[in-house]
């Protein structure tokens, strides 16, 4: 299988993420703190999603986020979770969703 094979199937298994989500890995928690603030200045709504240990780190995140860094002026729409088998042989592995978006006629910063 050639390279330019590999990519298209690769794409063909994973539609693009939106720019409107951010993935929580092993970075600092102030680095997805800052991608989430940028992101919910553009668009006014944000998903912070994330997978086995960095469940913990996308709490944070939303947390600093919506009570620190905008003071009450970002609400927590919805949190979801779920489970996911990956890998061969199969393993589960918890995941996390969580939508935040700006109180409507309050200027973020």
Do not use: C, H, W
Request: glycine fraction near 8%; hydrophobic fraction near 40%.
């Amino acid at each position: 299988m050639s390279e330019a094979q590999k990519t298209e199937a690769q794409s063909a298994e994973k539609p693009p993420m939106p720019k409107d989500v951010i993935l929580v890995g092993k970075k600092p928690v102030m680095s997805y703190a800052m991608a989430a603030l940028m992101q919910l200045s553009n668009s006014g709504t944000i998903t912070i999603k994330a997978r086995g240990r960095a469940i913990s780190r996308a709490v944070d995140v939303a947390e600093v986020v919506s009570k620190r860094f905008l003071s009450g002026n970002a609400v927590v729409k919805s949190v979801s979770i779920g489970t996911e088998t990956v890998g061969d042989p199969p393993k589960n592995v918890s995941i996390i969703e969580i939508k935040i978006s700006g109180k409507p006629g309050k200027k973020q910063e």
